[in-house]
């Protein structure tokens, strides 16, 4: 997940993230006060939305770019820099809370990330978070793989989108309890006329380390909004495929 983000753009153009994030953060079931860990708190807009319910909140990035807008934009807010697979508190929490973040840890380093949440929660504690889920970004994913293969390159999507069976089971197995859980498909509108390339610059990153030149980089971003065109540019409108999986569990 060591990727250098473009923190302002990330906060003007792709606000949904944490609009959409305040749905989720209605399924924690804490009294005001708790202890809450926005794990991947980003810009830390929804840390804040935390505090404003009445939580007593920290919030961890890996990233300092986005960790510095959180600093300046709530600086009553304790954010510290972590890596989500290998952390430790130093007082366990009540609740870890995350949106949209865990479809950029990898498969195999879900296991390190569950068990870190299992160490910084409290008996009974909640684990309650959104990311995208099986079957997100299907057509766009597609349509840059078909792009990559057109001028030569091949595509590997960087992203893990369990199904609810695949994610439920990863928690049961390491010590969580499953109290809700739901995948839903959620067509997000992106920000203006070059919204889909601008999504593909924003979040799609390793893939392009393959592509030797900035010309080839732009002719396959071109050629896979083109394509995009057909389903996700609707009334003069582009939206991303998004599909969700929102969880709600505890630590046993
Ligand atoms: C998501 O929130 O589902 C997402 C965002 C960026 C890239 C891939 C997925």
């Not at 250098?4 to 949904?16: G, L, N, P």
């Not at 935390?50 to 807008?69: C, F, I, P, Q, R």
């Not at 049961?172 to 109290?179: A, D, H, I």
Request: hydrophobic share 40%; proline share 4%.
């Amino acid at each position: 997940m060591n990727i250098k983000w473009d923190a302002e753009k990330y906060t003007s153009d792709f606000s949904y993230v944490h609009r959409y994030g305040n749905s989720v953060a209605e399924l924690i079931d804490a009294p005001a006060g708790s202890l809450v860990l926005d794990l991947g708190c980003g810009n830390g807009a929804l840390t804040k939305a935390l505090l404003d319910k009445g939580y007593n909140v920290t919030g961890m990035d890996a990233s300092e770019e986005l960790l510095s807008v959180a600093r300046k934009s709530y600086p009553t807010i304790n954010f510290f820099q972590g890596d989500a697979t290998n952390f430790v508190l130093s007082e366990p929490v009540d609740v870890v809370f995350s949106n949209a973040v865990f479809h950029w840890i990898e498969k195999e380093k879900q296991p390190d990330m569950i068990n870190c949440v299992y160490n910084a929660l409290k008996e009974g504690g909640q684990f309650v978070f959104e990311f995208g889920g099986y079957g997100n970004n299907r057509v766009i994913n597609s349509a840059l793989a078909e792009s990559f293969a057109e001028h030569g390159f091949s595509y590997r999507m960087p992203f893990y989108f369990p199904s609810i069976g695949e994610y439920a089971s990863l928690l049961e197995n390491n010590g969580f309890q499953v109290k809700y859980a739901t995948l839903f498909p959620r067509p997000t509108e992106l920000k203006g006329e070059n919204g889909m390339e601008n999504w593909i610059r924003m979040f799609i990153k390793t893939p392009f380390a393959t592509v030797p030149s900035t010309q080839k980089k732009d002719e396959i971003i071109s050629q896979t909004v083109e394509e995009l065109k057909k389903e996700l540019f609707i009334n003069g409108k582009w939206y991303a495929d998004y599909v969700r999986l929102r969880i709600k569990s505890t630590r046993s």
